[in-house]
């Protein structure tokens, strides 16, 4: 599994895991978990970001999270 973390895909490092299908027991996907130090990094990044995000105005912040909307 990956995480986005500081505006990058990062491989999880942590603990193997998978996601069964409640109607027969399959796997449905795995992956690996994020470690404590890329959550404590993925935490970081997004209160760093938040500094400059928190700057645009309101119009500017829509805009952006309505265009990811649409992908």
Do not use: C
């Not at 795995?30 to 400059?52: K, M």
């Amino acid at each position: 599994m990956t995480q986005w973390i500081a505006g990058n895909w990062v491989a999880g490092q942590g603990d193997a895991f998978q996601s069964l299908s409640p109607y027969n027991n399959q796997t449905i996907w795995e992956g690996q978990s994020a470690t404590a130090q890329q959550v404590e990094s993925a935490v970081v990044a997004a209160r760093q970001a938040f500094i400059e995000w928190k700057k645009r105005p309101f119009e500017e912040r829509e805009a952006i999270v309505l265009a990811s909307q649409r992908k």
